[in-house]
């Protein structure tokens, strides 16, 4: 995107024309009544004043409005109030009497310096995204902010010119070469790069996301925005280099042995998924989780969504064996996992934990059964993974960490990905609804939105489609292009199911905004199963939906309603519901769908790709055959 402030060649016939300013006499500043400290108590939902001004400045086509308006973007879905202001956009309306003369250019700089200044005494982010080439502006529009009291950050958006030329969205740079445009920066008038900015940006060599996080990093060390605004991930394995070491020391450490369903747990922490913990839950974390819902961090004023517990469960022998140690290993199927450092034991009180995570306590539930079967207490610490951990089932290679996903975003170039979790089969209804949001972000104006097709990997109750079924499935839809293949991104997202409804699809959506999603797709009862004696929905099936538009700590994701779809019979095919015709449509069930691929029958034509039926006909069958 290019971002100069000549707009077409009427407003270049203003270039000549020499503004004559009438001074303001007889006025006397009048101080504010409200403080700064006061005022950013109750603006954005990070308490604390953020106020300040980063200063884009560049040549035409650098890339400063699409980085200001990536920035604001950003830092809004954080809970930090902030605003860009573009230039061509200042220019139509309170600089529209302003031409291009180096007196007009002075005079617009300016005025944006005093505007900016007031945004941010008003405790906003203000992000001023200007060609600005003059040096005298740029420090007069720093020492207008500094003299406030201020912090402003001048940010050199260093990109070369040749490139700025092959950008040249508007043909602005041609028609200079040409000589129909005269005075444009960087040909036929001067540009004064910045000799000390706080921050060079090279456009050329960084992603837009990357550009952004050095300005957010460059906010956080001067104590702008807090530390948890840093889009980082808090991987919890041993650095290469001490793995030996501590492979030696968790052999030489007293022992835990953990079973299957804690190592995936430990798997998630490891990874970094439940960014920001260090570990397994202390009292001080489960409590906050349990009766907030998230994790209240003092330091940054803010809150991380976490509703869910990530806790280990142990054995009272085992509390009383390795209470009062420094440090224990973890270890599963006789190998050292990881070593709990600085643990702490606290009370396991499971029928207030089920009440509180599942609105039930039934042990027909499958994993309120498990927590009722697990030990009577809990062990919390720092956690240290010696390596990765990997399942040799051949389906290790979709198991990418969130810092590997966002790798393979930047090499797609993504500008927004949105996720879709899913533990069950892919119909073409759900398919439907994928390419819906894809249709809709393309219309906001996205270039390339990329799906994170997320399966859920762990643990799952006995009577749902195992993970390799699964897989094998979602990879046929893939083959048979129902979605994608260029811009789908098949992966396994490693998390146990707990089956807690509305509480836990807040832990799939907040995990998955480490991966740096912006958009999830919540369905229909989502984390749901139905009630162990009525066999009723346990849970409201529009509540998850409803809950995560309101959850705290997620302001970065936003939410896309799942659509009711059915088939078609009229028109053959999967389609949104419409009430007003609903004898067109016909709900095929999930039972109804096990039945036929037990009998080896086809669906209507439309509900799935053949390749993917075919799949779930093996795997029934395979199920009878057994039976």
Request: hydrophobic share 35%; aromatic share 8%.
């Amino acid at each position: 995107m290019s971002d100069v402030e000549m707009n077409n060649d009427e407003e270049h016939e203003f270039k000549k024309q020499k503004t004559n300013l009438q001074r303001a006499t007889n006025v006397t500043f009048q101080s504010h009544h409200v403080s700064r400290a006061k005022r950013g108590q109750v603006l954005g939902q990070r308490g604390g004043f953020r106020g300040c001004t980063v200063w884009l400045t560049g040549l035409s086509g650098a890339g400063k409005t699409t980085i200001s308006f990536a920035l604001e973007e950003y830092l809004v879905s954080h809970g930090i109030p902030a605003y860009s202001l573009d230039g061509d956009n200042v220019r139509t309306g309170l600089n529209k009497n302003l031409g291009f003369t180096p007196e007009d250019r002075e005079e617009n700089i300016r005025r944006i310096s005093e505007v900016a200044k007031l945004f941010a005494d008003g405790g906003i982010v203000c992000i001023s995204a200007f060609i600005s080439p003059y040096s005298k502006d740029r420090e007069n529009a720093r020492q207008l902010h500094e003299e406030s009291g201020l912090q402003f950050f001048e940010c050199f958006v260093n990109t070369p010119l040749e490139i700025c030329e092959k950008r040249d969205v508007k043909g602005l740079y041609k028609k200079a070469r040409a000589g129909q445009i005269k005075g444009f920066t960087g040909i036929d008038s001067a540009y004064e790069p910045p000799e000390n900015p706080d921050l060079t940006i090279k456009t050329d060599e960084l992603s837009v996301d990357e550009c952004v996080q050095m300005i957010v990093q460059v906010l956080e060390e001067n104590n702008v925005v807090p530390s948890t605004t840093v889009e980082t991930v808090r991987e919890l394995f041993v650095p290469e280099n001490r793995v030996e070491a501590a492979k030696r020391e968790a052999e030489s450490l007293p022992q835990l042995e953990i079973n299957k369903l804690d190592l995936q747990w430990t798997q998630v922490l490891a990874e970094g998924w439940a960014t920001p913990l260090t570990g397994f839950m202390r009292e001080r974390e489960y409590l906050q989780s349990q009766h907030f819902g998230c994790l209240l961090d003092i330091h940054a004023r803010g809150v991380t969504n976490q509703s869910i517990p990530i806790v280990l469960p142990c054995q009272t022998e085992d509390k009383k064996r390795l209470e009062g140690c420094a440090a224990f290993s973890l270890w599963y199927n006789n190998k050292p996992v990881a070593i709990l450092r600085t643990p702490e034991f606290y009370e396991h009180r499971k029928e207030e934990r089920c009440c509180r995570q599942f609105g039930t306590n039934n042990r027909g539930h499958p994993y309120v059964k498990i927590i009722y079967e697990s030990g009577d207490w809990l062990v919390g610490g720092d956690l240290e993974v010696l390596e990765r951990i990997y399942w040799n089932d051949g389906l290790d290679k979709y198991r990418l960490t969130p810092t590997e996903l966002r790798t393979t975003f930047r090499k797609l170039d993504a500008d927004c990905v949105f996720a879709f979790q899913l533990r069950n089969p892919v119909h073409n209804g759900h398919a439907l609804l994928m390419a819906d949001t894809k249709r809709r972000l393309l219309e906001r104006g996205y270039e390339r939105p990329v799906l994170l097709l997320h399966p859920l990997g762990g643990w799952v109750k006995d009577d749902d489609v195992p993970l390799s079924v699964r897989m094998e499935q979602h990879r046929a839809i893939l083959d048979e292009k129902v979605l994608d293949p260029a811009s789908t991104v098949l992966a396994i997202f490693p998390s146990p199911m707990m089956y807690a409804g509305p509480t836990e699809v807040q832990w799939h959506a907040k995990a998955r905004m480490s991966t740096g999603a912006n958009f999830y797709i919540v369905g229909r009862d989502p984390a749901g199963m139905p009630h162990p004696d009525t066999s009723k929905d346990l849970y409201e099936a529009t509540h998850g939906a409803k809950v995560l538009t309101m959850a705290p700590g997620m302001t970065q994701l936003e939410i896309v309603p799942f659509r009711v779809a059915a088939y078609n019979k009229r028109l053959h095919k999967m389609d949104f519901f419409d009430p007003e015709k609903k004898n067109d449509f016909e709900f095929i069930s999930g039972t109804k769908m096990r039945t036929m691929a037990r009998a080896g029958q086809n669906p209507p034509d439309g509900f799935m790709a053949p390749k993917a039926w075919k799949v779930m006909v093996a795997y029934y069958q395979s199920l009878s055959n057994t039976q």
